[in-house]
């Protein structure tokens, strides 16, 4: 029996817009289009957005946009569009050394606030110091609490961040994405005045 969905490969266009900036490059694919379902007052407006970079291979589909993708583009915000396009990989675990700073920190704001007396502060202080930071943040994490005597699990700091926003995503927005929405803007406004 013929399958009734047999596989099918078809070619659509996309727009490729190549950025540069110093040594940093990225194409920006883009595939878009607006629809207007046959019962609907408005239209639909949808892009599909594939980035290959410096800074890593990401994308985005959006289906509902509410507007023309060059005007929703230029008008998105770093962790809103990197999540997007990142996924769960938008956050990253701090380091063990950038982990060890903020405990610090986190130990020396809870004692100015109060919430931690001198005794338990100073263990959990030197249990810093004494933390294996031979694996990964989670066992360096779990070696500092052993060494707090589980003071550092009973202050639930295992609430706080211990993770980042990726330095990738970060040089991305900062490096490619103003001169990609630059350059779709301009041509917005160019076909508009035509």
Known sequence: MADPNPPSVSRLPATCYTVRNGWAWAHIFVRCGEEKPKDAEASRHWAYVSIISDFGEFGHCWTHMGEDWRSFMPGLDMDYAMKKFLGQRFRVPL????AEKQGRKAILQYRREGNLDAGDARTLWDSLSAADRNGSLDSFLRSWDDHSY??????DWWDHRWDKVNPQAEAFW??????????IKQADQTASAA
């Open 95 to 98: 380091s063990i050394d950038e």
């Open 150 to 155: 589980g003071r550092w699990y009973a202050l």
């Open 174 to 183: 900062r490096e490619i994405w103003p001169h990609f929405t630059a350059a």
